[in-house]
């Protein structure tokens, strides 16, 4: 759950995130909830978010048909999302990183069990590295769209593999939980 700086009521959830997600036709559905998912990463640490905002304010058009173009993606080819947001492509999500973009395309997924889009970020990384032995997933970020989509590809097959073996559904999410957790 993530917490706004200066507000120690104010909290966001994961489940008013994917209510948000519920639909995301218009600009103002996309960019609310990018800024939402920004806060709810941000914590108490909001390092970049002004200047994430900033670079935003400067074609909010643009930067609204990219996140809508991903969210839609995201629902059945995560590397194609994936590619849509990443630096380097022209995006007009300036500073937003895959720390901060998978998390917007795993929330796109409104909650569905079945979400194919994970989020990743560096600490999920180190453990893949060093609990799970991925040692060939760097751990600093800017990973292609090709490594995003094995590894969002892993974490289903786990998530199958570990439902049959217990019976009961686990979920991808859980393991990406799981591995960010310390």
Known sequence: MGRLEGASSMTISRGELFSMAGSLDSDRDVLRLLWHVLAWGSG???RL???????ISKAPGAAAAALRD???????DPEAAYRCLSPGTGTP???????FFTKYLYFA??????HPCLIIDSRVAHALNTRCGWTTLRSGGNWPPETYQRYCTLLARWAREESDRSGRQVCADQIERWLFEP
């Open 70 to 76: 991903a969210a839609r993606l995201s629902r059945t």
């Open 49 to 55: 978010n002004r200047r994430r905002l900033d670079g």
């Open 44 to 46: 108490s640490r909001l």
């Open 93 to 99: 999500l300036p500073y937003l990183g895959p720390a």
């Open 109 to 114: 997924g409104a909650g569905a069990p079945d």
